[in-house]
């Protein structure tokens, strides 16, 4: 009770200031303030629900985790006459991130879904303070919720009655990526990674057993490479960039699959001065990363998100079935031979289909992974054992 009442002073004092200041205020500096999507509400089983949706450090234009998710919640809004707002915190912390919580909640929003690692301190405080609002959390692992409470049950971390988490099977699109851009004719591969986190790795080792699969499918095990390396940060400099020049200029590389939040940046720098290829990772990235050069994303290695947000959705507002998901950490992968119903896949729209790889190609790939003809490893701890050449580089910083 404590913290709705101090929530709801938040919102009141956010508002006062707002409108204070003036319109312009109000829309460029006000940054927990809310967006409308639809003024009309759905009421399932007696009880009426409202959405929102909360940035973590970028915004809904960053053409990754926040817009994607951002346009799955307002399309499912308004296809069900849902209020629907979104809100972006002050700044890129955990304060920030709580108190856009704080006056969603405040301002009536019962279903509060949040996109990305960086909301685990927000669960752990507000879960608990708001038990009767539902919170949807995408690519949320136990390790980003428990922060530092490691030795205490998991119950005790955060509130796993109003709670489901999602997180990603990333081995499976980095698969596909690295089969597709066998396929599709490159040979000379890289694999440029963030920080080796987990997840981080899941998708670099994923990525070398699929460029292995179809060289040896191929019979041209002995003629691909792929070099492998971290960045040891997310997001690109001057060192990487500088690394990225080598492997495209002076090695050779073709195609490297940039795989840890803005780090893409250094590839894609590299690779314009040579006309060389990009793989993107998580959404559809060819908007910002052929911004550096027209057909520079030969595909992305996609976690779908917006079909999370559809399942999740309706099974709180239409379907009345929260009860099977909720208190779940789910590791989400393939359930379907249509890929675009997956929780990875490729994008079907971007990706660039070629006489040695088209559509059909990648539906039957799909296929024989759904079936289980397929598997791929998910470990992370030692490098696949391959047929074809892997330079693991190990941090580039």
Known sequence: MKKKLMAAVLAGAMLLSATACGAKETATEAETSSVVQNETETTTSGETY???????????????????????????????????????????????????????????????????????????????????????????????????????????????ENTYCAIYQEELPGYMAGYAAVKMGYKHLGFLGGMSVPAVIRYGFGYVQGANAAAVEMGIEDEVTIEYAYGGQFYGDADITAAMDTWYSTNG???????????????????????????????????????????????SAMKGLAP?????????????????????????????????????????????????????????????????????????????ETAITVNDLGNIK
């Open 50 to 160: 409202r959405i929102a949706m909360v940035t973590d450090s970028g915004d809904i234009t960053d053409q990754s985790f926040n817009q994607t998710t951002y346009e799955a919640c307002k399309a499912f809004a308004e296809e069900n006459g849902v209020d629907f707002n979104y809100y972006k915190p002050g700044g890129d912390s955990d304060a920030d991130r709580i108190a856009a919580v704080d006056q969603a909640c405040a301002e009536g929003y019962n279903i509060i879904v949040l996109p990305g690692y960086l909301f685990g301190a927000t669960l752990r405080e507000e879960s608990p303070a708001y038990p009767d609002v539902k919170f949807v959390a995408l690519d949320m692992s136990e390790a980003d919720l428990r922060g530092d409470q490691t030795d205490v049950d998991l119950s005790e971390v955060y509130n796993v």
């Open 253 to 299: 590389v073709e195609v490297v699959f940039a795989c840890g939040g803005g780090i893409y940046t250094s590839a894609a720098e590299a690779a314009a001065k040579v006309g060389g290829k990009l793989i993107g990772v998580d959404s559809d990235q060819v908007p910002v990363i052929d911004a550096y050069g027209e057909g520079m994303t030969i595909t």
């Open 308 to 384: 999370t947000v559809n399942t999740l959705l309706s099974a709180i507002v239409l379907e009345g079935t929260w009860d099977q998901y909720v208190g779940k950490i789910d590791n989400l992968g393939l359930v379907s031979e249509n890929p675009e119903d997956n929780y990875v896949q490729l994008p079907l729209e971007s990706t660039q289909w070629c006489d040695t790889f088209t559509e059909d190609d990648y539906r039957a790939l799909v296929a024989s992974m759904v079936a289980g003809d397929i598997t791929v490893d998910n470990n992370t701890e030692t490098m696949p």
